[in-house]
């Protein structure tokens, strides 16, 4: 049963990462992404170089489906097609814009991190026990390059969880060293998790 909860809770975080980073690249776009299932479809053909067939295997449809929505026959995709079209835009649209801003977060500024979670690292009855916390802090370009890198090789959600511990306890518990170098900070329960650039 904690098994199966830590699990979840893994998971819980790793899904609120991405998604945190997501909107926080979505708030770096210059120009707004298409909306319409039509100017989506057109501009995931164009970023495949024409290919039907890899536009179809990345939403999960036929080639004809493609080729209706980008010819216009169709016009309103079910649920699931509409959310894969906005996922797949959304990742793909501007890779210079959010590029330039990892690289940045990876070697001068940084990520800052909002959230609301269960933190503790003293014994009960004290000031550091554990509660729940709102905190919002700026981690290091380090921590920033060990998150955003395992995010993109792939990383486990507990691999994702203990880096994002570790940048919050370094930069808002630890504070550089501080007398508390040794620190070790409880994180779990996160109802909450925001990045920006």
């Known amino acids: 049963m904690d098994d199966q909860h830590t699990d979840t809770a893994s998971a819980t975080l790793w899904r609120k990462l991405i998604d ?27 970023r495949a170089r024409g290919s039907t067939t890899a536009v179809a295997e990345r939403l999960g449809v036929s080639r004809r489906t493609v080729e209706r929505y980008r010819a216009g026959a169709a016009t309103k995709p079910q649920k699931r097609l509409q959310e894969a079209l906005v996922k797949e835009t959304e990742e793909q649209w501007q890779p210079q814009v959010r590029a330039h801003a990892r690289r940045r977060a990876m070697t001068s500024a940084g990520l800052v991190v909002s959230c609301r979670a269960f933190f503790g690292f ?11 916390r709102d905190i919002q802090t700026a981690v290091s370009p380090e921590h920033a390059r060990l998150i955003l890198a395992a995010r993109e090789s792939g990383a486990t959600d507990d ?25 070790n900070v409880e994180f779990k329960d996160i109802e909450r998790l925001d990045i920006s650039f």
């Open 122 to 132: 003293g014994p009960e009855g004290t000031s550091d026990a554990g509660r729940m």
């Open 159 to 183: 691999e994702l969880h203990e880096l994002v511990a570790e940048a919050i306890a370094d930069s808002y518990f630890r504070r550089e060293g501080g007398g508390r170098a040794g620190l």
């Open 20 to 46: 945190g980073l997501g909107r926080a690249e979505r708030a770096l776009f210059t120009r707004p992404a298409p909306k319409s299932a039509r100017a989506q479809m057109k501009f995931l053909l164009t």
